[in-house]
Nanobody, 123 residues
């Protein structure tokens, strides 16, 4: 499965942005999928995940209440709606799929990755 993330760019603090992650294969719809981000000089960190069927989603405390994940199954697409953006949200955002067990907040638990899209929040 190939993942293509898009939608990043420059946004002022307090603004909103929606990221998309399109998958090449319908198998994507059966996977738990996630977003991670990596700021300059920092390790990749968990943002949120949504299970197949959309039955459950979990978010990092730092984005809870501001970010929302959703899925469009006919389009094999995952979204990340980001509201109330802060300068500390600046990072390259990656989508991931195929949770294979272990800690769902760990990048190593996912088998497929998109190439990343840069989000820059200006103060």
């Amino acid at each position: 499965v190939q993942l293509q993330a898009s939608g990043g760019g420059l946004v002022p603090a307090g603004g909103s942005m929606r990221l998309s992650c399109v998958a090449s294969d319908r198998m994507f719809n059966s996977y738990t999928v996630a977003w991670f981000r990596q700021a300059p000089g920092k390790e990749r960190e968990f943002v949120g995940r949504i299970m197949s069927g959309g039955s459950r989603s979990d978010y990092a405390d730092s984005v809870k209440g501001r970010f929302t994940m959703s899925r469009n199954y006919p389009k094999n697409t995952l979204y990340l709606q980001m509201n109330g953006l802060k300068p500390e949200d600046t990072a390259v955002y990656y989508c991931a799929a195929q949770y294979g067990g272990g800690t769902f907040t760990a990048a190593s638990s996912y088998g497929y990755w998109g190439q990343g899209t840069l989000v820059t929040v200006s103060s």
